[in-house]
């Protein structure tokens, strides 16, 4: 068995949270259940009473640095949900499925209305986004034959509301290629 070592102190949390930062954009709470794991994974290798009774300290150190990562802005849940928001609309996300997101992945309620944005224009295009991906509507194949059930089915269980998925396949390739071209350039 491995040697599990010393228990992680507050300064190797401290590292081990911005060589995380270095290589993922996080939110408050993924990275507090990043530095858990890590600390759960130690008593677990350690295996000893001692390890177990450390658990509420190395909690109470995680959240520490957790704070003042976010003091120093080295971690923002309203920079990630915009982010998130920007690159996940670009990709044929619906508002809704971002929201789903972006709930699970720790981001607060307001910093996700925020973030999101309130434009039908966005969400249909969006919605063209998938629709050019799944060669839907205004995408389709000129030899393909229609089957408007099914791809609202798509579009419907992306999470775009009916009214939308309606308007994305009944827009006309030009338009669509266009709302497509400037959601992509942002």
Known sequence: MKNPGPPPTEAALHDAALAHLSRYAATRAGLTRVLDRRCERWVRLTGTEDAAAARPALRQAVRDVVARLVAAGAVD???????????????????????????????????????????????LAAALALARRRRLGPFRPAEAEADPKRELGVLARAGFAQEIAVRALHTDADTAEALVTRLRRG
């Open 77 to 123: 849940d309203a920079a990630f949900a915009a982010s998130r928001v920007r690159s996940l609309g670009r990709t044929g996300r619906s508002r809704r499925a971002i929201a789903a997101h972006l709930a699970a992945r720790g981001v607060a309620g307001d910093d996700a209305r925020a973030a999101l944005p309130d434009d039908p224009e966005a969400e």
